[in-house]
């Protein structure tokens, strides 16, 4: 049973930048593993954001976040991190990490119900 675990949110000011990390369980060979990380911004619907296939390590990118966000993984400490700069008040929400053995399948990367792990997720806020 994969587990997950988010970390690095916080109360942050418009411009700033923000590493949210996403821990996987240390018996678990997270590398195998594809990851999307998702937000839920208040009174919205929860949306991918960024996701990242094993293997060769592709990444995917929601219109709304591009050149902003960079999403990596460190097999080594069995995590994927999301890196946001030039933070948005928009950007205010719960940011979840969502995990599937494998690899993603054209487009799919943002579904959902595609992810049978999820962590718990880490707040971010950003206010001036």
């Known amino acids: 049973q994969l587990q997950l675990v988010e970390s690095g949110g916080g109360l942050v000011q418009p411009g700033e930048s923000l590493r949210l990390s996403c821990a996987a369980s240390?018996?678990?060979?997270?590398?195998?593993?594809?990851t999307t990380w998702f937000r839920q911004a208040p009174g919205k619907e929860r949306e991918a954001v960024s996701g990242?296939?094993?293997?060769?390590?592709?990444?995917y990118y929601a219109d709304s976040v591009k050149g902003r966000f960079t999403i990596s993984r460190d097999n080594a400490k069995n995590m994927v991190n999301l890196q946001i700069n030039n933070l948005k008040t928009e950007d205010t929400g719960v940011y979840y990490c969502?995990?599937?053995?494998?690899?993603?399948?054209?487009?799919?990367?943002?579904?959902?119900?595609?992810?049978?792990?999820w962590g718990q997720g880490t707040q971010v806020t950003v206010s001036s």
């Open positions: 969502a995990a599937i053995l494998g690899r993603f399948t054209g487009s799919n990367w943002q579904l959902e119900t595609l992810y049978p792990y």
């Open positions: 990242i296939s094993p293997g060769d390590s592709s990444t």
């Open positions: 240390r018996s678990t060979l997270y590398s195998v593993y594809s």
